[in-house]
């Protein structure tokens, strides 16, 4: 399994507008406008802000349900993934499976590993095209 890098880290905010103009005042980050949004299938808004050669996405529950929703129900805001780029996720997946992992099959390039298989950390495998 060759990892390139960490890709992005995930956060869950209550107030997407909020977070942004906060790490755009604090740290002087920028909201890259050209992705993010709303993303009905999966009941999120989200925003991405460059950091170098990896990205923090702000991720706000619009619907009463699903994993950020329930994220946000539990443990409020804060640090909800940490997203890792890898070369092949097919590859990947059946390298941490070799090992016992659990890991959810690859769907549009993106992976996740069960947290229990992470030490607690909800990470996502992505491979970029």
Known sequence: MRVKRIDHVGIVVKDLDAALT???RNF????????GGDV???G????????????????QAVADEGPVAQFAKERGEGTFMLS???EDIDAA???LRGTGARVGSPNNGVAFVSAKSAHGVNLQL???K
């Not at 002087?28 to 992705?35: E, K, L, Q, T």
């Not at 808004?45 to 990205?55: H, K, L, Q, T, Y």
């Open 40 to 42: 009905a299938a999966l």
């Open 93 to 95: 997946v059946e390298r």
């Open 84 to 86: 890792i780029e890898v």
């Open 126 to 128: 992505v491979q970029r």
């Open 44 to 59: 999120i808004r989200n925003a991405f802000m460059p950091v170098g050669e990896s990205d923090l996405e702000f991720i």
């Open 28 to 35: 002087g980050f920028a909201a890259d406008a050209s992705r």
């Open 22 to 24: 906060t790490y755009a």
